[in-house]
């Protein structure tokens, strides 16, 4: 179908459930499981998944998910009774909130997307898989005791404590268009996990708050995790040229520095021209350009998914990634398959839409040549802290 083979020597799995996209947050909230199902349906449509081992996700069991988490938050999580979102006063665990709503099934849903996540590094761990892709995963705000930014399990976390059984060193980048505060902070006292993210950051006005250029874990004489975290703060509009060389140059020199012998990249679709959330001017080749810089790493990959709340765009960026993964990016028709489902919904018939086509107007870039500048200037004297 479509000329898609198997990619000889190199192995990618594919870790999903349906059941994951039954899931609704509530009427109108940004967050819409349904993006996995339209994604799903483009990679399908090139016949992408003839390429790739495809796993259907169990739940995580609650002793998985107290790797990280406390064993009272679960058992919140799992009896919490569903009730319409107030935001009037504090709740216990941030649950029941707008951002993190209490709905039907959440336990359920929490425990799919982090089996998903684990099972994946898993396949890293036993030489199984090169790459792993769990789209339904990447939800990097959730804490230990609380949930956050409509995050409510940490599923990088708990994959990257899988990676940390076999693996020294493990890299974890972080390309949403929001800081990666809740990964940051598990791994902010070790140092075999570096945390890079790139986000908008504006401590007034943008979600978390948090990811200035200054904060690179707390810096105490006996904390090995100081200097490990990484945080490449920007402005609204950044295009695809200034995103790849900051991508690329500070994630070289992470590498050079650190020597990761595993990576994971989460690759939220809100830092995509268009988003609701986002306020950034990435297209679908410059956010795709950063799995490629990854994958050429030729390192144990686990691609997880995270934010991204226009879902036709969600779903380009997320089928391209995947066959950059299985290395079919090249030869695929970048006119959208005529049987895909959904296909109407694309509203243009191509992967990658102009900024034209997306936005009408493109936002104006706030971000200087120097400011790009300065921050490459100060991560590379961070990074003089940072040894294998
Ligand atoms: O900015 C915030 C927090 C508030 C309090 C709650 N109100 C609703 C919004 C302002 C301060 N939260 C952010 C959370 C963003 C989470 C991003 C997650 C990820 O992409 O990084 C990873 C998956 C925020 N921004 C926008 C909204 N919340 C928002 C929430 C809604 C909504 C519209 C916007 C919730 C429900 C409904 N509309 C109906
Ligand atoms: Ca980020
Ligand atoms: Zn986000």
């Known amino acids: 179908e479509n000329g898609i083979v198997r990619p000889k020597g190199i192995n990618v799995s594919f870790h999903l459930n349906p059941e994951i996209e039954q899931h609704h947050f509530g009427h109108s909230h940004p967050m819409k499981p349904w993006r996995l199902t339209l994604s799903k349906g483009l990679i399908i449509s090139y016949g992408m998944h003839a390429a790739m081992d495809t796993y259907v996700a169990r739940q995580a069991t ?3 998910m107290e790797d990280f988490h406390t064993t009272d938050y679960l058992d919140y999580l799992r009896t919490a009774e569903v009730a319409i979102p107030d935001d ?3 709740k216990p665990h941030n649950l029941g909130g707008s951002d993190c709503p209490i709905f039907e099934g959440l336990f359920d849903y929490c425990a799919l997307y982090s089996g998903a996540s684990i099972d994946a590094a898993r396949k890293l761990c036993n030489g199984q898989s090169d790459i792993a892709i769990n789209w339904s995963g990447g939800l990097h705000h959730a804490k230990k005791n609380e ?6 399990a940490n599923d990088i976390v708990l994959a990257i404590l899988q990676l940390l059984r076999q693996h020294p060193r493990v890299l974890y980048i972080d390309i949403d268009v929001h800081h990666g505060d809740g990964v940051e902070e598990a791994f902010w006292s070790t140092d075999r996990v570096l945390t890079v993210s790139l986000h908008k ?3 007034v006005c943008f979600f978390p708050g948090t990811g200035d250029l200054e904060r690179n ?3 105490s004489e006996d904390n090995p995790g100081a200097h490990h975290a990484i945080n490449v703060p920007l402005n609204d509009g950044i295009d695809d040229d200034q995103y790849i060389y900051l991508f690329e ?3 070289g020199r992470c590498v050079d520095k650190f020597r990761p012998t595993a990576i994971v990249l989460q690759c939220g679709a809100d830092s995509l021209a268009g988003d609701r959330l986002g306020r950034f001017n990435v297209q679908v080749q410059g956010h795709g350009a950063c799995v490629s810089y990854c994958k050429s790493l030729n390192l144990p990959l686990l691609l997880v998914g995270g934010g991204g709340y226009t879902p036709r765009n969600v779903a380009r960026a997320w089928a391209h990634e995947t066959s950059i993964a299985i290395g079919c990016s090249d030869t695929i028709d970048p006119e959208i398959p ?3 489902p959904y296909r109407e919904h694309f509203r243009h018939t191509t992967l990658f839409p102009t900024l034209e086509q997306i936005l009408g107007e493109p936002k104006p870039n706030k971000n200087s040549p120097k400011k790009i500048q300065d921050i490459v200037e100060h991560i590379t004297e961070q990074l003089r802290f940072v040894n294998a």
């Open 201 to 203: 950051y504006d401590p």
């Open 62 to 64: 609650e002793e998985e």
């Open 147 to 152: 949930a956050s930014g409509f995050c409510y």
């Open 338 to 340: 005529l049987h895909t």
């Open 88 to 90: 009037s006063e504090e």
């Open 217 to 219: 874990g707390p810096q």
């Open 249 to 251: 140059t500070v994630v």
